[in-house]
């Protein structure tokens, strides 16, 4: 279902989720029937998110406040010390949690056209993911739509979201399933998860953290929900 990223043990079962500790990484994956699209998706994948949070913190539906940033990234105000990200495109969505460092994650299905790709990144792109597109014409869209979904998780996880120039840092995938990101000062650097997903389509996802606390390490937890199916677990250590 997944391609083999980095160094990860076999998949194993595990429902309900296990204890989120401090310095963990959960990442959620949810695959939902056909039918559902846009706004759709968009209203399951919010009431997803909802049930994950209450199923891990210690409060009902409603009691859970999720409030936004000025920059527009949700947090949780009654547990600060929680965070969390949320993605969708076609019918899957992704859900990232962490206890101790900001996350974020992007998840794109590959679609469109090449010309209209190639366009934006000369437009937005750093001159080094411009050259490394262009290596590879044959798998062009691929490329770019797994560069795209690295850089928004990342922006994701510092919390600016678009309003940062996505030419400022370079966030080239390696083939290892990780992403060195660079940028000209040190709050810009870091590492993400990337990995491809099949649904009805092929996927790109990218998750990871960033913490004021450089040394701490944020060891990620897999989980891919499939239709009537236990979710799977897989375990990547950053």
């Given at each position: 279902?997944?391609?083999?990223?980095?160094?990860?043990?076999?998949i194993y079962h595990g429902d309900p989720l296990p204890e989120l500790k401090t310095g963990e990484g959960f990442c959620l994956i949810r695959h939902?029937?056909?039918?559902?699209?846009?706004?759709?998706?968009?209203?399951?994948?919010?009431?997803?998110?909802?049930?994950?949070?209450?199923?891990?913190?210690?409060?009902?539906?409603?009691?859970?406040?999720?409030?936004?940033?000025?920059?527009?990234?949700?947090?949780?105000?009654?547990?600060?010390?929680?965070?969390?990200?949320?993605?969708?495109?076609?019918?899957?969505?992704?859900?990232?949690?962490?206890?101790?460092?900001?996350?974020?994650?992007?998840?794109?299905?590959?679609?469109?056209?090449?010309?209209?790709?190639?366009?934006?990144?000369?437009?937005?792109?750093?001159?080094?993911?411009?050259?490394?597109?262009?290596?590879?014409?044959?798998?062009?869209?691929?490329?770019?739509?797994?560069?795209?979904?690295?850089?928004?998780?990342?922006?994701?996880?510092?919390?600016?979201?678009?309003?940062?120039?996505?030419?400022?840092?370079?966030?080239?995938?390696?083939?290892?399933?990780?992403?060195?990101?660079?940028?000209?000062?040190?709050?810009?650097?870091?590492?993400?998860?990337?990995?491809?997903?099949?649904?009805?389509?092929?996927?790109?996802?990218?998750?990871?953290?960033?913490?004021?606390?450089?040394?701490?390490?944020?060891?990620?937890?897999?989980?891919?929900?499939?239709?009537?199916?236990?979710?799977?677990?897989?375990?990547?250590?950053?």
């Open positions: 279902m997944i391609a083999p990223v980095a160094v990860l043990p076999s939902f029937a056909p039918s559902l699209s846009g706004k759709l998706l968009r209203q399951q994948a919010h009431c997803w998110l909802r049930q994950i949070l209450t199923s891990c913190l210690p409060v009902t539906d409603t009691q859970l406040i999720i409030a936004r940033t000025p920059e527009g990234k949700p947090w949780l105000p009654d547990f600060p010390q929680w965070h969390f990200n949320l993605s969708h495109s076609g019918t899957s969505a992704a859900i990232v949690l962490c206890r101790g460092a900001e996350v974020g994650v992007d998840l794109e299905k590959v679609s469109g056209k090449v010309e209209v790709k190639k366009a934006i990144a000369r437009r937005f792109f750093h001159p080094d993911e411009q050259r490394w597109l262009a290596e590879d014409e044959a798998n062009y869209l691929l490329r770019f739509t797994r560069l795209w979904s690295v850089k928004e998780a990342w922006l994701k996880a510092r919390g600016t979201g678009l309003t940062q120039s996505l030419a400022g840092f370079c966030a080239i995938p390696q083939h290892c399933g990780i992403a060195q990101v660079s940028g000209a000062h040190q709050a810009q650097t870091g590492l993400l998860h990337h990995q491809l997903i099949e649904n009805d389509g092929v996927y790109c996802l990218a998750y990871g953290a960033c913490s004021a606390q450089k040394d701490l390490p944020v060891r990620w937890q897999v989980f891919v929900y499939l239709a009537d199916v236990k979710p799977s677990l897989r375990a990547a250590g950053i």
